[in-house]
């Protein structure tokens, strides 16, 4: 059976931190690195100069100068923003710096291929995992109340293993001509049961593009079977529709589903737009809508009863077409529980969506979402056509 890629298995004897927003996760990050005695793989999509990518480059060059084998994989895309200076920097400094896909004319539709995930390991002691980039937006040292809403969960145990083979794969592999061209499986992977609950439990999950979508697979798997409570948090709204009839029936069966969407604190208004789309059908379900208020809600978190899944995918098809991505799953219950809380919290700093208030919406916010809805349904038919 061709499958692309290996299947992950749970491990357990694992301990997972969650670590909510940039001025909690960066400095462990940073202390994680200053304390390497081997080597660091870092694996990140949005790299750009400011104070926080100055930080980390200062942290990777010390780690080198102490003998540390450091490698550095950025999308190409996704790092245009950081400067030649600090690229010069890092690899005068004997860091490994590879680019996943630089841009090129000639690529055309291919350039939409994208590295997303977002992982630091340093020694095989622990690890990071979460939906950051290396900006300013994410952390600031000098602006530490400024940043944008989002979380890394902090890894040790044997799971490690897994991460540093699934950065091992995507290292070698990125430096193909072709990057793109995986053979498409047979049939889809079979996944490992989740256990049911339990302390130190965890696993790899990841996506590459079309080849291989475990991310996806197991999300399904959970919705389908909730008996509680989903949770969700995205923030870049356009779910798959194999996705969206899932929260529809589970809400029908008495689930209580949540959403944690973003408000008009967005990078992407037209993205926003063309998920708001899908509201009516989901709030008449009973799902319940909640758009973050205080900044960019840029977390990608979904909690189904006692499973949880986060990192870097933002569950919509547009991700899923084109990109890389990696989220850890655990059933670990004091991360479950800290995440339930972190998702209490921003319930109550959100603006909840009825349909009462839909049906109020301005003339203007019709017309966003009526013309951002069509352009997103013609290029994902585009997009498919051309697979």
Known sequence: MNIAGPVFPWRDGNRFRLLVDGPQFFPSMLEAIGKAEYWVDLEFYLVEDGRCAESMVDALIAAAGRGVRVRCLFDGFGSLKLGQARRERLTNANVALRLYNPLAINLRFRNLHRDHRKILLVDGCVGFVGGAGITDEFWNPDKPDEHWHEVMVQMEGPLLQDWKALFDAQWVYCRRRH?????????????????????????VAYSAARQH?????????????????????????????????????????????????????????PVRYAGQRFYPRLLRAGVRIHEYLPDFLHLKMVVVDDWMSVGSCNFDHWNLLWNLEANLETTDPPVIAAALATFERDFALSHEVTLEKWHARPLLSRIHQRLWGLLDRLLMSLFNQRQ
């Open 179 to 203: 990057i793109w061209q995986l053979p498409l499986p047979i049939k889809t992977p079979k996944l490992p049961v989740s256990p049911s609950g339990g302390p130190g439990m965890g696993r």
């Open 213 to 269: 979508r475990d991310v996806l697979h197991n999300l399904l798997r959970h919705l389908h079977h909730a008996k509680q409570r989903i949770y969700l948090a995205t923030p870049y709204f356009l779910p798959t529709g194999k996705v969206r009839r899932a929260l529809i029936r589970a809400a029908h069966r008495g689930i209580e589903v949540r959403l944690l969407l973003t408000s008009q604190n967005t990078d992407n208004p």
